[in-house]
């Protein structure tokens, strides 16, 4: 059964991104524009998990927070924060918020978190240890861990920053398909992030680099004036020494 997702975000564009790209993954979105819809919402019907702006029309998003907990629901709230409001963060946790986002944020970040928070809770709830359920994707002699953002090649940890790994692991759900650069800058770094298509490149040769170290069972294609595909070798038998 599909997870049930309620939005609480006014901005319309960020709405709709959200709910596109949540709706894509499996989850079944509920938006409400306004504060104090979206807590009659959240009050009324069941909901798995709760994407929460915090400047609303009607009502605040701590406010909301503060009344959910105080009518004893504990479904896990995500919240949005504007860039450099540490402060929002600060009083979002304190008021009961499970993990933020900070805008701008790519779809990457988003479904990585939400995913994160719903197994988190799940976990909980079904009070297991986390080893017996780790979602593990692989791909040649490597291993990803999409909620620890680590990557094992050939038996070693791999160190990658956040958006190698964010770009990284969108290839790899994608084998052999040509992925452009607007694709990954959308996805990895949000479709506002200012800076140019030469932030991509950059990022995907220091990974290419990185994922030289093994067998190369996997690798980065670039596609000339298009973008990128990743590409997976049968395990390649190369004479040591
Ligand atoms: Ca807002």
Redesign the pocket.
Known sequence: MSHKVLVI???PT?ARLLSYNLTQEGYEITVADHGGEGLQTALQRSFDLIIL????PGMNGFDILNRLRQNGLRTPVII?TARNAEEEVVQGLKHGADDYITKPFGVAELLARVSAVLRRTQLQDDNMMPETTEKIITAGELSIYPDKYEVVLDGESIPLRPKEFEVLLYLVQRPGMVITRDDLMNVVWGFDYIGGQRTVDVHVSSLRKKLELGQQSVQIESIRGVGYKLVMHKKLVTPKG
């Open positions: 975000e006014d901005e960020l702006d915090i400047m609303l949005l």
